[in-house]
T-cell receptor, first 112, second 113 residues
Framework: GEDVEQSLFLSVREGDSSVINCTYT??????LYWYKQEPGAGLQLLTY?????DMKQDQRLTVLLNKKDKHLSLRIADTQTGDSAIYFC????????????FGTGTLLAVQP | KAGVTQTPRYLIKTRGQQVTLSCSPI?????VSWYQQTPGQGLQFLFE???????NKGNFPGRFSGRQFSNSRSEMNVSTLELGDSALYLC????????????FGPGTRLTVL
């Protein structure tokens, strides 16, 4: 089945680390993505991870993938007020398609 | 390099009307996908086009249709608009390749009155 779930809300203080979690159900997923959406804007691709990887680091972002548990997380180090946004994880099923299945989105609020 | 552009950015229509939304992908991108975003249903896949062919379709009624032109630009059409069609419609483009990174446009905000 196709289902991606995220917690709805996360509040952190500026300078702390944020960890946003995501669970998915499709074991045939090839790539998993993290997108950021600011108010009134489209989706900005932050990073992605191939399904045979465990971890990927990209500057302040660290993605961890536990394929056995179908669990994905995004860690943002030294969170800034500009990181306040909605974060979506998305999975790309296997096969010749670019279709993405998105999670429900997590609203990250960064307190100064 | 210019990003994905969508026109119009905002649109107000009344029930029963039809609407056409346009998406111009990043130069060189041949794949275009459309998504509907609503507070209740979140982000839902509408359809995907590659080289003028619909490659995949989401679970939406036949009132929703689309097409892609030879220059990769895409349009989507919604006929007989309903109040529930009010949403942000997002277009994404990508090259063909193993990771298929998709780049999204700013969206068209459709309000149906």
């Amino acid at each position: 089945g196709e289902d991606v779930e995220q917690s709805l809300f996360l509040s952190v203080r500026e300078g702390d680390s944020s960890v946003i979690n995501c669970t998915y159900t499709d074991s045939s997923s090839t790539y998993l993505y993290w997108y950021k959406q600011e108010p009134g804007a489209g989706l900005q691709l932050l990073t992605y991870i191939f399904s045979n990887m465990d971890m990927k680091q990209d500057q302040r972002l660290t993605v961890l993938l536990n394929k056995k548990d179908k669990h994905l997380s995004l860690r943002i180090a030294d969170t800034q007020t500009g990181d306040s946004a909605i974060y979506f994880c998305a999975e790309k099923p296997g096969g010749a398609t670019n279709k993405l299945i998105f999670g429900t989105g997590t609203l990250l609020a960064v307190q100064p | 390099k210019a990003g994905v552009t969508q026109t119009p950015r905002y649109l107000i229509k009344t029930r029963g009307q039809q609407v056409t939304l346009s998406c111009s992908p990043i130069s060189g991108h041949r794949s275009v996908s459309w998504y509907q975003q609503t507070p209740g249903q979140g982000l839902q896949f509408l359809f995907e086009y590659f080289s003028e062919t619909q490659r995949n379709k989401g679970n939406f009624p036949g009132r929703f249709s689309g097409r892609q032109f030879s220059n990769s630009r895409s349009e989507m059409n919604v006929s007989t608009l309903e109040l529930g069609d009010s949403a942000l419609y997002l277009c994404a483009s990508s090259v063909t390749g193993p990771n298929n990174e998709q780049f999204f446009g700013p969206g068209t905000r459709l309000t149906v009155l």
